[in-house]
């Protein structure tokens, strides 16, 4: 019996339970590389290079520069098996379908020799009814993974030029022909693996009468006192007459009723409730992010056939993207509030998707959530998260800015691609669009920018009409396909085409939001971080590398050297290393071996990014957002990353936390004043203690200020200016000028202004005392030294836990106390923890 794609539901339900039972496949299957005979174990979620990796088939893709060993993986096709048992029992339901909410790409499936589907898009799920094909007791299930560089060599050979997709490393540029990850492709921070394999759930579901296919919530008006809410939810077979649909809800009892089947028009019903004194959902940082759960449960005679649950955070958000008298506005408002977007990039968290679990999600946004981030953006060249991501984000108070999956080049617009990209739209809007986190669906990354900038025509020998064909063919997608989708199934979210809508290369900061790489691609010095202040910067950054201990375990002894192959095949961008050494030059006295370099790096990345976070945060409201490139990391690298692959917090995670905090101060100087400017995210004011301190190195205090300021909501204001001559003579590269705001005895920010570059400080060595203590499950340092230490860096190599603070500027005198969690450690590791501890500060990197 075949199956045909019109046979396909892409629409999972991923809650659907049945009283007859799901027969989940994941676990145990076997493969091989077609063509052979010998049969390998393999593992479902998964894929062809995990499996390969657990077969010892070949070496770990990340050790070393064994990735460019490996590129003939991708030019075959895979086969993968499986052996299940189906009963009577679930055999005798009216319907069974098998679930595969992700194929990794070009598959054909078959159960017992019958042909099932093929597919072609790894971003949609498949629902295919496959009852008649199966068969009480043994069955077997086969999928067959083709080629991606086949399948799609023959569409660019037809083509007759190759499309811009500059990061796709590989001469012919396939990617553009395939509805599969762009990263996996190459791009300038990640390797090239081009997978195959089931990287989500697979399972059967069985079902008799009918099933939730959908339910979609919307918020019809919110007010302090009242909250209007509506569900209208879609079944697929038939409801029988005596049946009905349960809905209820723990949060409120305002949430409960039962609709009777007669009720349904079409399998589909309309309910709305009103909910009293609602509670809203607040990003992080601005209050609860509150979720009432509510529950759906389809009852037959007694019994439970099928149930579903969705959570609701009840907000308004909008995007206010409009002209004003300052230019073309770019800001978000949640709950009629007008809120900094303080963020980053999310890229996939691994090369091999099926080992991003929920672990690895959790740690990833609790690490955004302890740096006060409430934003971040899920980047199109990547993948659309699983479910598990996107409940976090809700019940974390993250915001999404999802964008499809399209970037950095143009696309075909051929019919058979239309329909490929509209039902991936169609089943990812609908997956997602319940979710309170998120924020606005964006279309692509940088394609406009690129149309107008990136000298494509010259660069790919394009005549004049093959790109105006191009360029329609983009309109296409992004101008009528993805915006008429959004508009029907998702109506209340902002769509926009592309990000950036205004470009950095035309000094067009007044125009809405930007990706400004003037400062990394454009080698322009780091304060033009502090002059290039957009109304919203979604993109901008700078490398750094892994620690010494995250990078010893990818590298031997001898590849430690930047220039060794080893690292050169970690180092994705072709002038990084060289970048990261000149900005260094400038700044930097030269680091004193190899770890050093790596440390230095990793202060210089937080300490150019500093001046953009507090650039854009004291600019607010002409500036509403400052999205950095990037969180994390998809393998160890070196990268713009403020987490490095194996969960290691950066300097620039540390300097996020502190730049990202609800108040903070920022000083800024010209070499005759420091200008100090208060920023409360707040939406109530702050009354505070303003204290101004300038010391030398050795903790005498040469001079004093102080005064009580009102902070009002959702403000950044000027709190002091202070002339230099006013100090007398002070020796500029032994001073540190210290600013303190303090609201009853809690410090709400503390922050540092040096009045020279970090290589003429006269720092002076001493050693740090370090006192530890085990509290519950936490590890408390207290760091002391009689001289001003910078960057000072705490590491336990016992553990991939990161400190509460770290690479911080303790002051002559000063006690600083920092911690690290225990949870989960036996006696012996925590002990190990304890007696471990190393730290450095900068002095230690510099020679001589």
């Known amino acids: 019996m075949t199956f045909n794609q019109d046979d396909i539901n892409t629409m999972v339900n991923k809650a659907s339970i049945q009283h007859t039972g799901n027969l989940l496949l994941n676990g145990a299957w076997e493969f091989r590389q077609a063509g052979t005979e010998r049969w390998f174990p393999a593992t479902v979620p998964g894929c062809n ?32 098996r499986k052996i299940f048992v189906v009963d009577e029992e679930m055999l005798s339901a009216q319907y069974i379908d098998l679930v595969a909410d992700g194929l990794d790409t070009f598959c054909d499936i078959s159960i017992n020799g019958h042909p099932v589907v093929s597919t072609e898009n790894m971003f949609v799920g498949y629902r295919i009814a496959c009852k008649d094909v199966l068969v009480a007791g043994d069955n077997l299930i086969e999928v067959v993974f083709r080629s991606p560089i086949c ?75 009242k909250a209007e809410v509506q569900f209208v939810i879609a079944l697929e077979g038939a409801l029988p007459a005596k049946s009905s649909l349960s809905i209820w809800c723990e949060q409120s009892e305002q949430i409960a009723t039962t ?5 349904f028009v079409d399998n589909q019903v309309c309910v709305t409730f009103t909910i009293d004194n609602p509670r809203r959902w607040w990003p992080n940082g601005l209050g609860e992010a509150f979720l009432y759960y509510v529950d759906f449960a389809l009852i037959c005679d007694g019994l439970e056939i099928d149930k579903w ?79 598990t ?162 990078l010893n375990r990818f590298t031997e002894e001898a590849d430690r050297d930047l220039q060794s192959d080893v690292l050169r095949v970690h180092q994705k961008h072709p002038r990084g290393n060289q970048l990261i050494h000149s900005y260094m030059d400038a700044e930097f006295r030269p680091p004193k071996d190899f770890s050093q370099l790596l440390y230095l790096s990793q202060v210089q990345q937080a300490e150019g990014l500093k001046l953009a976070f507090e650039a854009h945060r004291a600019a607010m409201p002409f500036c509403m957002g400052s999205l950095y490139w990037q969180l994390n990391d998809t393998w160890p690298a070196a990268s713009w990353s403020g987490i490095d692959y194996y969960g290691k917090w950066k300097a620039l995670h540390y300097q996020a936390k502190r730049s990202f905090a609800e108040q903070v101060l920022v000083l800024t100087g010209d070499g005759n004043t420091v200008k100090v400017q208060a920023v409360n995210d707040a939406l109530v004011p702050v009354q505070a203690a303003l204290e101004l301190s ?93 001289v001003l230490h910078r960057h000072v860096f705490v590491d336990v190599p016992h553990t991939v836990a990161n400190f509460s603070d770290n690479f911080f500027d303790l002051l002559a005198g000063e006690q600083k106390v920092i911690s690290l969690p225990l949870t989960g450690m036996t006696q012996d590791e925590r002990e190990q923890c304890q007696q471990g501890i190393v730290c450095q500060s900068l002095i230690d990197s510099f020679t001589g």
């Open 259 to 263: 609709v009777e089947a007669t009720a």
């Open 389 to 550: 991501f996107y409940r976090m984000a809700d019940e974390k108070g993250l915001l999404i800015w999802q964008d499809f999956m399209f970037a950095c080049t143009l696309y075909p617009g051929d019919e058979g691609f239309i329909a490929n990209v509209k039902a991936e739209a169609e089943y990812n809007i609908k997956r997602l669009r319940n979710h309170p986190c998120i924020a606005l669906w964006c279309g692509n990354n940088e394609v406009d920018m690129a149309i107008k900038h990136w000298e494509w025509p010259e660069k790919f020998g394009y005549s004049e009409a093959v790109y105006e064909g191009l360029k329609q063919d983009y309109k296409a997608l992004f101008d009528t396909l993805l915006p008429s989708v959004v508009a029907e199934l998702d109506s209340n979210r902002f769509y926009m085409r592309s990000s950036p809508i205004g470009f950095w290369e035309e000094d067009a900061d007044h125009i809405a939001n930007h990706h400004f790489w003037g400062v990394w691609h454009g080698e322009q010095p780091f304060s033009e971080y502090q002059k290039r202040i957009p109304r919203f910067m979604s993109e901008y950054g700078f490398q750094s590398f892994p620690m010494a201990r995250s």
């Open 49 to 80: 290079f995990t499996d390969l990796m657990a077969a010892g088939l070949i070496d770990d893709p990340f050790y070393r520069d064994n990735e460019s060993k490996l590129q003939w993986i991708e030019k075959e096709n895979w086969e993968y």
């Open 694 to 786: 300038l010391q030398d190195f050795n903790g005498n205090v040469r001079w004093t200020y102080t005064r009580e300021v009102i902070l009002q909501p959702a403000s950044s204001v000027l709190l002091h200016t202070q002339d230099l001559a006013e100090l007398g003579d002070i020796q500029t590269d032994e001073c540190v000028l210290v600013a303190s705001l303090t609201e009853n005895t809690n410090r709400l920010s503390i922050t540092y202004f040096y009045f020279e570059p970090h290589k003429v400080l006269r720092l002076a060595k001493s050693e740090i005392s370090l006192s530890t203590t085990i509290a519950g499950d936490e590890l408390q340092v207290v760091l002391q030294a009689p």
């Open 309 to 387: 649950q969705t959570p609701v955070g009840l907000r308004t958000i909008e995007v206010i993207n409009q002209p004003d008298d300052l230019g073309v506005s770019f800001f978000v408002k949640v709950n009629g509030h007008s809120v900094f977007m303080k963020g980053a990039n999310y890229i996939p968290a691994d090369s091999f998707l099926n080992r991003v679990d929920a672990e690895r999600h959790n740690a990833l946004m609790d690490a955004a959530v302890s740096a006060n981030m409430n934003m971040l953006r899920v980047w199109g060249g990547g993948i659309y998260q699983d479910d």
């Open 151 to 225: 399948e799609t060599m023959p569409r660019y050979e037809r083509a007759g030029y190759a499309y811009p997709a500059e990061n796709d490393k590989s001469e012919e540029k396939l990617s553009v022909y395939c509805r599969k990850a762009p990263c996996h492709f190459g791009w300038d921070w990640g390797p090239r693996f081009v997978t195959s394999g089931i990287w989500r759930d697979i399972q059967l579901c069985a079902y008799s009468h009918a099933r939730i296919e959908d339910v979609h919530y919307q918020l019809l008006s919110l007010s302090d006192e």
